[in-house]
């Protein structure tokens, strides 16, 4: 059976030793237990953590906004087109 290791260490030791991960290598900070993923130049101070709790990827804000609006969306205006959504068992 093969095996995945990750190159992990403290926060401490990645900031003191600042690698330059390979593109697509992670690293694990063991202490905060959050990835950061290489680019193969940017070394390790320098790139973004990858997610983490409560933190929202850019893409999804504009969703997740547009989900809790007020303001309904045109579609759902639309009483014929929820209706044969109903029928079609699609809801």
């Known amino acids: 059976m093969a095996?995945?290791?990750l190159r992990r260490g403290s926060g401490a030791f990645w900031a003191s030793?600042?690698?330059i991960l390979k593109p697509a290598e992670p690293g694990y900070?063991?202490?905060?237990k959050r990835l950061?993923?290489?680019d193969g130049s940017t070394p390790w101070r320098e790139l973004p953590y990858f997610g983490g709790p409560g933190e929202v990827p850019p893409d999804m804000a504009d969703l997740i906004a547009h989900v809790n609006s007020l303001e309904p969306h045109p579609v759902y205006d639309d009483g014929p087109s929820l209706v044969?959504?109903?029928?079609n068992a699609k809801v």
């Open 17 to 19: 030793e600042n690698p």
């Open 36 to 38: 950061k993923f290489g």
């Open 84 to 87: 044969l959504l109903y029928e």
């Open 3 to 5: 095996r995945i290791q």
């Open 29 to 32: 900070e063991t202490d905060s």
